[in-house]
């Protein structure tokens, strides 16, 4: 009926009215609970985790323990899950700029290079064009032997760097002979500074314009302004000599490569006088007595040249000497003589082969199984001898002084041969074995003094190695590793002059070198430097001549002798005798 149906539609209206009005009193509740701006948590969220942990889990049955409301709350509270501190975010990025700098320049040695594109223009007809673009891989031109193939034999040795290193340094190296275009890249090693540390690699001599050539070397000695002055060395130049190969370092792989200047004579000599550590900077001034001619980058550009002279060697009849055929028949050119020749590069050796192992791994321990294959530096601090001086003329006939100087010059050195055995280096050091004391007849005094009287008579006997009182040290130790099994024996051979350096034969096959010290020469005795030279004398008086007289002059013009002059006595008489 109408009433039933007002009825309804009044009852709906209100219990609506009232769902409505409750819904707008909750979200006041809310909004007026919600926690505020900047903050994430609020009074809503706690009552709701309390309600909800509470209908989930009851604990310590609060449903029915009112007073322990506030301590349920604290516990809530506490144990609730915030979103900020429960993800799990990684760690703050490092703050240092250098680690980060070298992160990147390690990772950019392994961006592949660009390829090389060649476009080639055709014209078949003389109405048609046709382009052909290629690309090539770019790759190494010349031969490298990775270092991480000689790990293992580091590893053997008792020296190396960490595997990691090992890798890094092949990337860098390739990148280096890529971008170069360096040739016979060798890896030298490693010299550790004060600082930072210098990663050594060797090359064929490095010119920035591939078009340059070398030229053999001229006299160009100067000559002495007079008598006891002693002259510069004659430099050698680039490509010839000890500059005939190139040193690049840096501070660690992926760091910016440095090419070394040129060395000199001067900068050699000096050198072997002092003893200086690295500090990692290449352009420290290096402060020293006797002075070094130049920076840090110069002094270890020597002290390169002086490790790679005494401490390149390899097994006897790995290598020969390389002769090279064209330059005999070049010589024979001397139409003008006066002309620059040009030099060609060539090996100092021979590529090695493997040696032939008849009396067993272990023989090749000894040192007399062991040459130099790198050139002799000189007393001069050349790697080659100076050339000879150009022929005088017969109508220049030298003065009597210069025939006297000539005779005083000390006697030129001997031009030392490539593979030299390591057993004639000089000895490292000579040990003196004291005598056996022996007793006496009445005493063990008697039997001392015998034995200190030997002793002092052993002082002034050879130090040969035939003398039993004397052990000799040499300047290389070698040892073998594996020596049962020839296949896996591995020699490694050790210089006690220059701590670090170490040689490695592996079956007679494979053989390497690899420098790991601080760069400095061992000496058999404590070091001290050289003392300042003598004060120079005072310069002589010099002696007043006399005035020539108007009649000598006279004398002089006529062509008459002048009279020699009176003495003294004479000069007086002749003034008592006008006075009369």
Known sequence: SKATVSVLNWYTATVVRVEISEQHTMDKAKEALAPKEGETYGVYDHIFNMVSTALEKNPQNILQAVQKLPEFSKHVKGHRFDAERGIIRPPAACSDDR???????????????????????????????????????????TAYRPIAEDQRYHRIAGVGMPKREYFLLDQAIAKLALEKDLKDVQFVGKIFGTQSNYIVVRSRRYFEDPETKVY??????????????DVPIQIEPSGIGLNRVSFWVCKYAGAEWTCLPDVTPQQINAARKIKKYFTGDLDA????????????????????????????????????????????????????????????????????????IEEGIESMASTEKWQHTNMFIYKTGRGTMLPPAPEKEDDDEPP??????????????????????????????????????????DGEGEGDADAEKEDEDADGED???????RMVLQSWTGNTTNGFYKKHGVVVIRSL????????????????SVYLGDGLKSTDNAFSPPIPPPVQKEVQDMQEQADPTSMTEKLVLRGEEPKADDSEDEKEEEEQEADE
């Open 216 to 229: 053999k070397e001229r006299y160009e000695m100067p000559k002495a302004p007079r008598k006891g002055v």
């Open 99 to 141: 680690d980060v700098k070298r992160a990147r320049e390690e990772r950019a040695l392994f961006d592949n290079p660009e390829p090389k594109v060649i476009t080639e223009v055709s014209r078949p007809t003389p109405f048609t064009t046709v382009t052909t673009t290629t690309t090539e891989p770019v790759g190494l031109k």
């Open 497 to 512: 002059r220059w701590p670090g350096a170490t040689t490695w034969l592996a079956s007679g096959q494979v053989s390497g």
């Open 463 to 469: 130090d040969g190695e035939d003398n039993p009182r």
């Open 400 to 441: 009597a002084d210069d025939e006297e100087e000539e005779g005083e010059k000390e006697p030129e050195e001997e031009k030392k041969e490539l593979l030299q055995p390591i057993k004639e280096d000089a000895r490292y050091a000579v040990i003196k074995i004291p005598a056996e004391p022996k007793e006496g007849e």
């Open 285 to 356: 001034p290096v402060q020293s007595y006797p002075p070094f001619p130049g920076n840090e980058m110069n002094y270890l550009r020597a002290q390169l040249a002086r490790i790679t002279s005494a401490t390149d060697i390899q097994p006897e009849g790995q290598v020969e000497v390389f002769a090279d055929e064209d330059e005999d028949a070049g010589d024979d050119d001397e139409e003008n003589p006066n002309a620059l020749k040009e030099e060609k590069y060539k090996p100092l050796v021979t590529e090695p082969k493997p040696v032939a």
